[in-house]
């Protein structure tokens, strides 16, 4: 059983910064890729940001320049750094860690507001 355990949400203001963090614990096979999706009230989940276990990365488009994606692959631990938060990042941010065997995981998700 794999855990992730997300923290670093938050309220921030606009042009704000929070950076979140994803620990995965328990039988992890093997990481292919970590990274973030975003749920926002009314709408689908959408990927934020994802990085390899080779250190690609990619991004959406709405948050290109704005966040970095990171990982310890020692920790088996990923990063979101945001800046420059805009009222519309507001959303639930979801961690997941895709495995070489096929398995998918996912945190629990941790709440990121961007309000004045």
């Known amino acids: 059983q794999v855990q992730l355990v997300e923290s670093g949400g938050g309220l921030v203001q606009p042009g704000g910064s929070l950076r979140l963090s994803c620990a995965a614990s328990?039988?992890?096979?093997?990481?292919?890729?970590m990274g973030w999706y975003r749920q926002a009230s009314g709408k689908e989940r959408e990927l934020v940001a994802a990085?390899?276990?080779?250190?690609?990365?990619n991004y959406a488009d709405s948050v290109k320049g704005r966040f970095t994606i990171s990982r310890d692959n020692d920790k088996n631990t990923v990063y979101l750094q945001m800046n420059s938060l805009k009222p519309e990042d507001t959303a639930v941010y979801y961690c997941y860690l895709a495995a070489w065997d096929g398995m998918d995981y996912w945190g629990k998700g941790t709440l990121v507001t961007v309000s004045s």
């Open positions: 990085i390899t276990s080779s250190g690609i990365t």
């Open positions: 328990g039988s992890i096979f093997s990481i292919l890729s």
